[in-house]
């Protein structure tokens, strides 16, 4: 497999998220996901939405769902993290489907933030919500539309986390 650009990688998630009908996404900016995120925000066929914290974000996608759209956020764990009270409140306990596109910090070979690795799939499982690593770019389009299945079927959010390989950074 041939190590893609940032901006290819983005291109592709991007690619991805419309092919499986994703037409809203909220994002947080991180350094890692920043070509992701200038790619979401150019691309006229996608209502983006910046935010400041990502319980709001799950607020925003909620909203967005329910007026119609097919939402997906953008965030790094710990951020996933900092919105596990909004995504029990809201969308667990509302059935609300959102894919959520998590960069997985502290992952296998990340020299940082390990201990936020360590934490990110066991949180995520105690929340019920179902998870796949996305390590590879050739997997991008059946990864996301797959997350996008499952949750318009389970009426939950299901989460895609982003490693460095398939965002293509260091």
Same mark, same amino acid.
């Given at each position: 497999?041939?190590?893609? +650009?940032? @901006?290819?990688?983005?291109?592709?998630?991007?690619? $991805?998220? @419309? #092919?499986?009908?994703?037409?809203?996404?909220?994002?947080?900016?991180?350094?890692?996901?920043?070509?992701?995120?200038?790619? /979401?925000?150019? +691309?006229?066929?996608?209502?983006? =939405?910046?935010?400041?914290?990502? *319980?709001?974000? &799950?607020?925003?996608?909620?909203?967005?769902?329910?007026?119609?759209? @097919?939402?997906?956020? &953008?965030?790094?764990?710990?951020?996933?993290?900092n919105s596990c009270n909004a995504l029990t409140t809201t969308?667990?306990?509302?059935?609300?489907? &959102?894919?959520?596109?998590i960069y997985y910090a502290g992952d296998i070979g990340d %020299?940082?933030?390990?201990?936020?690795?360590?934490?990110?799939?066991?949180?995520?499982?105690?929340?019920? =919500? %179902?998870?796949?690593?996305? %390590?590879?770019t050739d997997e991008i389009d059946e990864t996301i539309a797959?997350?996008?299945?499952?949750? *318009? +079927?389970?009426?939950?959010? /299901?989460? /895609?986390?982003?490693? #460095?390989?398939?965002? $293509?950074? @260091?």
């Amino acid at each position: 497999m041939e190590k893609m +650009d940032p @901006k290819r990688s983005a291109l592709a998630i991007v690619g $991805g998220l @419309k #092919k499986a009908g994703v037409d809203f996404v909220a994002t947080l900016p991180d350094e890692k996901m920043l070509d992701l995120i200038r790619t /979401v925000e150019s +691309d006229p066929e996608l209502r983006h =939405i910046p935010l400041c914290r990502e *319980e709001e974000g &799950i607020g925003i996608c909620a909203g967005a769902y329910l007026a119609g759209r @097919k939402t997906a956020i &953008i965030m790094q764990n710990a951020g996933f993290l900092n919105s596990c009270n909004a995504l029990t409140t809201t969308c667990l306990q509302f059935q609300i489907p &959102i894919v959520l596109l998590i960069y997985y910090a502290g992952d296998i070979g990340d %020299r940082g933030f390990t201990t936020l690795g360590a934490v990110t799939e066991p949180v995520l499982q105690a929340l019920g =919500i %179902r998870s796949y690593i996305l %390590r590879r770019t050739d997997e991008i389009d059946e990864t996301i539309a797959g997350a996008e299945v499952l949750a *318009e +079927d389970s009426k939950r959010p /299901v989460a /895609v986390l982003l490693t #460095k390989s398939v965002l $293509g950074v @260091k």
